[in-house]
């Protein structure tokens, strides 16, 4: 149990697997991605060509 709250907590002192920090970090960029394609875009699979909101 012990081992697995460092993984998840980015304490073990492995740097290369994800934890909790980069889940955080990388959150907003993710968010800002989702906005853009479902509110001005129109959606994931209604794509319009001048990506216009009207």
């Not at 998840?8 to 697997?17: K, P, Q």
């Not at 955080?24 to 906005?35: D, E, G, K, N, R």
Request: charged share 20%; hydrophobic share 35%.
């Amino acid at each position: 149990m012990i081992e697995l709250l460092k993984h998840v907590l980015g304490i073990c002192g492995d740097h290369w697997h994800p934890n909790i920090w980069t889940a955080a970090a990388s959150s907003p960029l993710i968010a800002s991605t989702v906005y853009y394609v479902k509110c001005k875009c129109g959606g994931w699979f209604n794509h319009k060509k001048d990506c216009k909101h009207k």
